[in-house]
């Protein structure tokens, strides 16, 4: 499967504080996506971070790539309500399409 | 500005009706997707086209087809639908360049299927 497995499932925190969430993929990649969608919204692309990259920084996000593992994680810090969303990643192999897995529901309380 | 738009944000069809979902992008992209989107289940790709008249199945074509006459427009087409089809449609395009591609989504089509 070329898609994406994020982990975990839904994360619930205070305003101010940091969300983590990981993601696991099995094949070969040119890049991964982060993407977020709020409720009853459309994707929004978040931050891209190359095969060749270990760490990307944008704004309050950052997120983190491993190869050799397979994974990436993306954080997000000092959190706030508006962050409330549910995030996927999309590992990009190059072949022009990407596939979503089900995504982290993040939760922000104020 | 980048934009995907969606012909319906929400419909209503009866089991057996056949329905049309528009998607129409104005970035010139050549790639564009339907997905579906239900709960705990994510997201999934129904079909692809990576060109005009050009289409691939997804992970859940079954009970669905689709058109590509226009590269700005990508119809999909519920031949008799079913109940099992209700759910949330996304339609997204793709700019590529290089080893980089970017996904921009519709806002969607919440169709209801009684």
């Known amino acids: 499967s070329q898609q994406g497995e994020e982990d975990p499932q839904a994360l619930s925190i205070q305003e101010g504080e940091n969300a983590t969430m990981n993601c696991s993929y099995k094949t070969s990649i040119n890049n991964l996506q982060w993407y977020r969608q709020n409720s009853g919204r459309g994707l929004v692309h978040l931050i891209l971070i190359r095969s060749n990259e270990r760490e990307k920084h944008s704004g309050r996000l950052r997120v983190t790539l491993d190869t050799s593992k397979k994974s990436s994680s993306l954080l997000i810090t000092a959190s706030r309500a508006a962050d409330t969303a549910s995030y996927f990643c999309a590992p990009g192999t190059g072949a022009n399409n990407l596939f979503f897995g089900t995504g982290t529901r993040l939760t922000v309380i104020p | 500005d980048v934009k995907v738009t969606q012909s319906s944000r929400y419909l209503v069809k009866r089991t057996g009706e056949k329905v049309f979902l528009e998607c129409v992008q104005d970035?010139?992209?050549?790639?564009m997707f339907w997905y579906r989107q239900d709960p705990g289940l994510g997201l999934r790709l129904i079909y692809f086209s990576y060109d005009v008249k050009m289409k691939e199945k997804g992970d859940i074509p079954e009970g669905y087809s689709v058109s590509r006459e226009k590269k700005e427009r990508f119809s999909l087409i519920l031949e008799s639908a079913s109940t099992n089809q209700t759910s949330m449609y996304l339609c997204a395009s793709t700019f590529f360049s290089g080893d980089q591609e970017t996904q921009y989504f519709g806002p969607g089509t919440r169709l209801l299927v009684l």
């Open positions: 970035m010139d992209h050549e790639n």
